[in-house]
């Protein structure tokens, strides 16, 4: 069984040899996973998997070789029902009141649901359940809410009461890069740096011949890229179809030599006080630490959809997770943003057609947006070069 698993592992490009493989078969003699699937997965991945970039291909390795042995899930009655889908034509009339609700109402509410529903719902507009309009649950028609399992699409959720897990951006993408290295290359801002050190051929030369042929040396500091650049990324949710196309991005930024620093940090939907470092494993750094640590001279390119439910960017305690609360709106943050870093551009996934969404057009006048493209990545470059004086 296990060892099918490790062909699967190389086949999918991840590095494991023998003594990976040896200390697994030791693990398992120790009873390490417990004789779960879930813990197996868990074990395996901390000893075959070096890299977080590589935690896709070994989930793809894994589904392909256990797919077929599912793990017993006490929670799988409400998998189950959560995921009932009802034909929209069933829906019933939206009752009146519930689409002026604030935050704060909607979450004692939904409170109040949790303790009082027994069953499992469908096509309602009071209780917890899928398809019908009430604020809670998914795949129905209200226009705001709490989002409880399911898909998201309608963008219009208030907060979205699960565990979110997103997954961090891969840096090892090579389709489409090089042509987004070369854009990014333009941002190269060279000064002389340093004690004069660097020989001057031409000025040598001209030196000598005013000097009536006795050589004189001339020097100068070496010139010496200065250009700091600072990536922030939308990860997760409407962001997921444009995953490999922000992955592009991230690995030319990665991969390319022409910067004295780069950095990169994730967020969902919005920026509020704090970025992350690892979203996946929800890693953050405080937004006024990036503040100190990192000089207002970077150029910083901000990656995302900026598409979201109002409420979201424009009230405190808007914050789409259910579980963190945000004293001050999101819009309030991106202009705090601004202010630190005023060479700084938004870079768009989402077709121009979609940008006068009312989030997206906030957005916009905090920044200068462009599409997320190679023409775009070209015109927010220039964009960020002519703030360089």
């Not at 565990?163 to 990014?184: G, H, P, S």
């Not at 001057?200 to 000097?211: P, R, S, V, Y």
């Not at 979609?354 to 997206?360: L, N």
Request: proline residues 5%; charged residues 25%; hydrophobic residues 35%.
């Amino acid at each position: 069984m296990f060892i099918p698993f490790f062909y699967a592992l190389r086949a999918y490009k991840i590095p494991v040899g023998t003594q990976e493989l040896m200390t697994l078969m030791e693990a398992l003699s120790k009873d390490l996973a417990e004789s779960s699937l879930d813990r197996f997965y868990y074990l395996a991945r901390s000893i075959f998997v070096k890299s977080e970039s590589l935690y896709d291909a070994y989930d793809q390795a894994f589904l392909a070789c256990f797919k077929e042995s599912g793990s017993v899930d006490i929670k799988k009655e409400l998998y189950d029902w959560l995921n009932k889908i009802v034909d929209p034509a069933q829906r019933p009339q939206l009752p009146p009141g519930l689409e002026s609700l604030d935050l704060n109402e909607l979450r004692r509410r939904f409170l109040e649901r949790l303790k009082e529903q027994l069953e499992e719902h469908h096509g309602g507009n009071h209780w917890i359940g899928t398809g019908g309009t009430s604020p809670f649950g998914h795949s129905g028609a209200h226009p705001s809410g709490i989002r409880i399992g399911g898909p998201g699409g309608g963008r219009s959720a208030m907060q979205v009461a699960e565990e979110r897990r997103f997954e961090n951006y891969r840096n090892d993408r090579i389709l489409d890069t090089r042509q987004l290295k070369v854009a990014l290359k333009r941002l190269r801002k060279l000064d002389r740096v340093g004690m004069a050190e660097e020989l001057q051929l031409d000025e040598t030369i001209d030196a000598t011949c005013k000097n009536a042929g006795d050589i004189e040396f001339v020097f100068a500091p070496p010139r010496k890229n200065q250009t700091e650049l600072l990536l922030l990324m939308d990860a997760g949710g409407s962001m997921t179809p444009y995953a490999q196309l922000v992955e592009s991005l991230f690995s030319a930024a990665h991969a390319s030599n022409h910067f004295k620093a780069f950095h990169y940090f994730y967020f969902h939907n919005c920026i509020y006080d704090r970025v992350f470092t690892d979203i996946y494993h929800n890693k953050a750094v405080m937004l006024d630490e990036i503040f100190r640590r990192y000089r207002d001279t970077h150029y910083v390119i901000i990656v995302g959809d900026a598409c979201m439910n109002p409420y979201e960017l424009f009230f405190a305690g808007g914050h789409i997770n259910y579980w963190e609360q945000n004293d001050t709106p999101g819009i309030e943050w991106l202009h705090r943003l601004k202010q630190h870093y005023r060479r700084s551009v938004w870079l768009n996934p989402e077709p121009e057609s979609y940008w006068q969404h009312p989030t997206i057009r906030a957005v916009r006048e905090v920044y200068k947006m462009f599409p997320l493209s190679i023409s775009g990545m070209t015109e927010a470059v220039d964009e960020l070069r002519s703030h360089s004086n």
